[in-house]
């Protein structure tokens, strides 16, 4: 059964930062967009970026753009999320997975989903 791994979750103070990382086999990221969503107790999951497979288009969600880059280094299989400026509205389990066909934002156009890492942002 074939899964992403997110991880680098942690606790941080309001206005801190994060760098989450997303590993995954070659044989199901290659050539293929990558994208983060995250899911909050009691809320629907989340889309938060999406990047392609050459790394050179990205997209973000409304409540993140400006305060999140998205990148890949595809020699190492990995996807990493830099968080900024951190709120505690972005506490949440972040995930990845592998984008497989329709809307980027879609969490419905993804496969391979992972077992998320937990960020937790205090006020």
């Known amino acids: 059964h074939v899964q992403l791994q997110a991880f680098g979750g942690g606790s941080v103070q309001a206005g801190g930062f994060l760098r989450l990382s997303c590993t995954a086999p070659?044989?199901?990221?290659?050539?293929?967009?990558v994208g983060w969503f995250r899911q909050a107790p009691g809320k629907e999951r989340e889309f938060v970026a999406a990047i392609n497979w050459r790394g050179s288009n990205t997209y973000y969600g409304d409540a993140v753009k400006g305060r999140v880059t998205i990148s890949r280094d595809n020699a190492k299989s990995t996807v990493y999320l830099q968080m900024n400026s951190l709120e505690p509205e972005d506490t949440a389990v972040y995930y990845c997975?592998?984008?497989?066909?329709?809307?980027?934002?879609?969490?419905?156009?993804?496969?391979?989903w992972g077992q998320g890492t937990l960020v937790t942002v205090s006020s």
């Open positions: 070659k044989r199901t990221s290659s050539n293929s967009a």
């Open positions: 997975a592998v984008h497989v066909a329709g809307t980027y934002s879609d969490a419905s156009s993804y496969r391979y």
